[in-house]
C-alpha cells in the first residue's frame, strides 16, 4: 500500500527506500536507511491512493470473512523520493541487490519486477506459486525460500521470497518488502496457510527480541533523499522528541486486518470536527492523508480549497493558506497536530507530480467513500512524515511520537 501507467506506481512509489550504512544499537536495534524518490507518470497521486484504498478495503473484508531484557535492535537508511520510499535488500549468496518499496499495507516480500532474480547455493525453489493484488498493480510466480540480507546484521535465512514471472504497474523498482501483519499473507502462495514476514523470521531467528519495527521518514524539498530509516527490534530514540505513545490495534474491521487504529480529527483551535472517532490504517504504501468523503467534504468547506483536476489534489489560495490552521489527530489519549504548513505538498516538488511551480496543494485527499465503513481515513506517508511511527507485532499495537520534523516548514 508501478508500471507507469498504473495507479499503484505512483502510491507505492511515495515509499522508495534506499540503503545505506548500518547502525548497531546496543541499547536496542538495527537500523536500515531509506529512500524517496519520485516515479510517478500516467495517473495522479490521488487516484493512486484511491486505488490502493478500495484494495485494501475490499482485501480485509476478505480476510475477516475467511478468519475470522536486553534488546538488540538495528536500523538502516530509507531514501526519499517523493512519491516512494525504497530499501536496497540482498537476496541470495552471494547476494544480488534488488530495490524494494517498504509497504506496511502488505506482507509478501518479493523480487523481479524490473530486476531479475538470480539463483544461488540459497535459492530453494518451493515448487508453489504466488500471486498478490496491490490494488491497480500485481505480481505472479513462483515461491522461494532464500537468504534475505536487509544489513550484515539483519541477515535471514529460509525467508519466503516471491519470484515475479509477470507483474504490472511496478517498474522502475524491483518488488516489494512486506511490513505488514503475516495474515495478509494467507492464501497468496497454493497451498493455503500464511507465509511468515521478514519480521517474524527476524524474531524467530533470535537476531531481534521483540517484532517490532519503528518508522523514521522526514520531509524533504528535493527529488531523491536518503533521509528516512526502519529500525527493527526497537525504536530509534535518537530520531524521537517525546515518548512513545502506543494503542491497541482496533477491532474494527476491516481495518483490523492491518495497522488499524480508532482515530477523530479536528480543524483549528476551535476544535470543528472533520472526522469522528472511527477506525482507519496507518500505511506507508500510501501517499497522502485520505479522509472517509463526508469527512473530506468537510475539510474542503473549512480551507476553502478546490479540487485542480490536472494533479488530483485539493489547491488555496495564498490568502487561504494565511488562515490554514492546523488539523489535529486524536489517536489513544494523545493528540498529533498536522500544521498548516504540514498539510501542503513542497511547492518545490509541484512540478515532479504535474502541477504548477506556483500552486499551493493539499496532501488530504477523498478516500472515495463516506465514513462507516470500518476502514474510513489513511494516513500514508505524508503525515508519517511529521511523526516516528512504531509497528508492534508482539504487543498488538502501534506507536506515535513528534521528531525533530513535526513542526518543520517546507514551503
Same mark, same amino acid.
Given at each position: 500500500m508501478f508500471s507507469s501507467t498504473s495507479l499503484i506506481s505512483a502510491v507505492l512509489l511515495a515509499l522508495s527506500v534506499a540503503a545505506g550504512p548500518v547502525v548497531l544499537i546496543r541499547e536496542p536495534s538495527l537500523t536500515l536507511p531509506i529512500v524517496r524518490r519520485f516515479n510517478l507518470t500516467g495517473t495522479t497521486i490521488a487516484d493512486a491512493d484511491r486505488a490502493r484504498a478500495v484494495h485494501l478495503k475490499d482485501n480485509g473484508k476478505k480476510l475477516k470473512s475467511d478468519s475470522q531484557h536486553y534488546r538488540r535492535q538495528s536500523s538502516f537508511n530509507v531514501t526519499n523520493t517523493a512519491v516512494t520510499y525504497t530499501a536496497d535488500v540482498g537476496v541470495g549468496s552471494p547476494a544480488t541487490t +534488488?530495490? %524494494? %518499496?517498504?509497504?506496511?499495507?502488505?506482507s509478501n516480500t518479493w523480487v523481479g519486477a524490473?530486476? !531479475? &532474480?538470480?539463483?544461488?547455493s540459497t535459492s530453494e525453489n518451493t515448487g508453489k506459486s504466488v500471486s498478490v493484488t496491490y490494488g491497480s498493480g500485481s505480481f505472479s510466480g513462483t515461491e522461494y525460500n532464500d537468504t534475505v540480507t536487509l544489513s550484515s546484521d539483519l541477515v535471514i535465512t529460509g525467508q519466503g521470497v516471491g519470484v515475479a514471472s509477470t507483474s504490472s504497474g511496478f517498474e522502475g523498482v524491483d518488488g516489494i518488502l512486506g511490513l505488514g501483519p503475516v495474515d495478509l499473507t494467507e492464501g497468496t502462495v497454493s497451498g493455503g496457510g500464511t507465509v511468515p514476514t521478514v519480521t517474524d523470521n527476524l524474531l524467530s531467528q533470535g537476531?531481534?527480541?521483540?517484532?517490532?519495527?519503528?518508522?523514521?521518514? !522526514?520531509?524533504?524539498?528535493?527529488?531523491?533523499t536518503t533521509n528516512g530509516e526502519l529500525t527493527f527490534g526497537g525504536v530509534d530514540t535518537s530520531k524521537t522528541t517525546s515518548n512513545m505513545s502506543y494503542v491497541a490495534i482496533t477491532s474494527t474491521s476491516p481495518a483490523s486486518a492491518y495497522w488499524g487504529v480508532d482515530q477523530s480529527i479536528t480543524y483549528g483551535s476551535s476544535g470543528t470536527e472533520v472526522l469522528s472517532s472511527t477506525a482507519g490504517i496507518v500505511d506507508t504504501g500510501t501517499t497522502l492523508v485520505l479522509l472517509a468523503t463526508d !469527512? +473530506?467534504?468537510? &475539510?474542503?468547506?473549512?480551507?476553502?480549497?478546490?479540487l485542480d483536476n490536472s494533479v488530483g489534489l485539493l489547491s488555496i489560495s495564498s490568502s487561504d493558506y494565511e488562515n490554514l490552521q492546523s488539523l489535529f489527530f486524536n489517536i489513544g489519549n494523545q493528540t498529533y497536530e498536522l500544521t498548516?504548513?504540514?498539510?501542503?505538498?513542497?511547492?518545490?516538488l509541484n512540478t515532479a507530480i504535474g502541477g504548477s511551480s506556483n500552486a499551493i496543494y493539499l496532501i488530504v485527499s477523498d478516500l472515495g467513500s463516506d465514513s462507516g465503513e470500518g476502514l474510513d481515513f489513511i494516513n500514508g506517508y505524508t503525515f508519517l512524515e511529521r511523526f516516528y511511527s512504531v509497528y508492534d507485532t508482539t504487543n498488538s499495537r502501534v506507536g506515535f511520537a513528534t521528531t525533530e520534523h513535526t513542526t518543520d516548514t517546507s514551503n
Amino acid at each position: 500500500m508501478f508500471s507507469s501507467t498504473s495507479l499503484i506506481s505512483a502510491v507505492l512509489l511515495a515509499l522508495s527506500v534506499a540503503a545505506g550504512p548500518v547502525v548497531l544499537i546496543r541499547e536496542p536495534s538495527l537500523t536500515l536507511p531509506i529512500v524517496r524518490r519520485f516515479n510517478l507518470t500516467g495517473t495522479t497521486i490521488a487516484d493512486a491512493d484511491r486505488a490502493r484504498a478500495v484494495h485494501l478495503k475490499d482485501n480485509g473484508k476478505k480476510l475477516k470473512s475467511d478468519s475470522q531484557h536486553y534488546r538488540r535492535q538495528s536500523s538502516f537508511n530509507v531514501t526519499n523520493t517523493a512519491v516512494t520510499y525504497t530499501a536496497d535488500v540482498g537476496v541470495g549468496s552471494p547476494a544480488t541487490t +534488488y530495490s %524494494l %518499496l517498504i509497504d506496511t499495507g502488505s506482507s509478501n516480500t518479493w523480487v523481479g519486477a524490473d530486476k !531479475a &532474480y538470480v539463483q544461488t547455493s540459497t535459492s530453494e525453489n518451493t515448487g508453489k506459486s504466488v500471486s498478490v493484488t496491490y490494488g491497480s498493480g500485481s505480481f505472479s510466480g513462483t515461491e522461494y525460500n532464500d537468504t534475505v540480507t536487509l544489513s550484515s546484521d539483519l541477515v535471514i535465512t529460509g525467508q519466503g521470497v516471491g519470484v515475479a514471472s509477470t507483474s504490472s504497474g511496478f517498474e522502475g523498482v524491483d518488488g516489494i518488502l512486506g511490513l505488514g501483519p503475516v495474515d495478509l499473507t494467507e492464501g497468496t502462495v497454493s497451498g493455503g496457510g500464511t507465509v511468515p514476514t521478514v519480521t517474524d523470521n527476524l524474531l524467530s531467528q533470535g537476531t531481534i527480541t521483540e517484532e517490532v519495527v519503528g518508522v523514521y521518514y !522526514a520531509p524533504t524539498t528535493v527529488e531523491s533523499t536518503t533521509n528516512g530509516e526502519l529500525t527493527f527490534g526497537g525504536v530509534d530514540t535518537s530520531k524521537t522528541t517525546s515518548n512513545m505513545s502506543y494503542v491497541a490495534i482496533t477491532s474494527t474491521s476491516p481495518a483490523s486486518a492491518y495497522w488499524g487504529v480508532d482515530q477523530s480529527i479536528t480543524y483549528g483551535s476551535s476544535g470543528t470536527e472533520v472526522l469522528s472517532s472511527t477506525a482507519g490504517i496507518v500505511d506507508t504504501g500510501t501517499t497522502l492523508v485520505l479522509l472517509a468523503t463526508d !469527512a +473530506y467534504n468537510t &475539510y474542503v468547506s473549512l480551507t476553502g480549497a478546490t479540487l485542480d483536476n490536472s494533479v488530483g489534489l485539493l489547491s488555496i489560495s495564498s490568502s487561504d493558506y494565511e488562515n490554514l490552521q492546523s488539523l489535529f489527530f486524536n489517536i489513544g489519549n494523545q493528540t498529533y497536530e498536522l500544521t498548516a504548513n504540514a498539510q501542503t505538498w513542497p511547492r518545490s516538488l509541484n512540478t515532479a507530480i504535474g502541477g504548477s511551480s506556483n500552486a499551493i496543494y493539499l496532501i488530504v485527499s477523498d478516500l472515495g467513500s463516506d465514513s462507516g465503513e470500518g476502514l474510513d481515513f489513511i494516513n500514508g506517508y505524508t503525515f508519517l512524515e511529521r511523526f516516528y511511527s512504531v509497528y508492534d507485532t508482539t504487543n498488538s499495537r502501534v506507536g506515535f511520537a513528534t521528531t525533530e520534523h513535526t513542526t518543520d516548514t517546507s514551503n
